[in-house]
């Protein structure tokens, strides 16, 4: 997938991209891919998330019961990683951000990042099933 702004005259903004799809054993796995841009202070917010259990409830059959998300700089070096996002230092921040996932087994990473390329990738924790990958720009 692609996304262009046709409109050079305005200031776009990309709120949310998020894809869905089915993860597999070892290297079979779910990733999401963005480039952060500099905001104000120089670095970009973002929040990404991991679901599985919370697609079940929405009539997903198969649905991964314990995800996991790890990111990944341009380099190739992981910058940062979570299982449940209720054991995460951001805790506070995703609960009073309005991105806290409904159930805790689901994974959220919430922070600044510097401009650049990054990957994110959406594993089962020693399971198959489908999950969903969601990158937020919450500014």
Known sequence: MEIYDV???????????????????????LIGGFIAGASAGGQAQGVLR??????????????????????????????DFNDNW?????????????????DDREAVLFGSFPPGAYTAIVRGKGE?????????NPR
């Open 86 to 102: 209720k054991d995460s230092d951001g805790r506070n921040r995703i609960e009073s951000s309005g991105f806290a996932p409904s």
């Open 7 to 29: 409109d050079g005259a305005s200031d776009p903004r990309l709120g949310n991209l998020s894809t869905r799809a089915f993860i597999g054993e070892a290297d079979d796995v």
């Open 128 to 136: 198959a099933g489908v999950g969903l990958v969601e990158i937020y």
């Open 50 to 79: 991991a679901l599985g259990p919370s697609l079940a409830s929405r009539g997903v059959n198969g649905a991964v019961q314990d995800p996991t998300i790890e990111l990944f700089d341009g380099n190739g070096n992981s910058v």
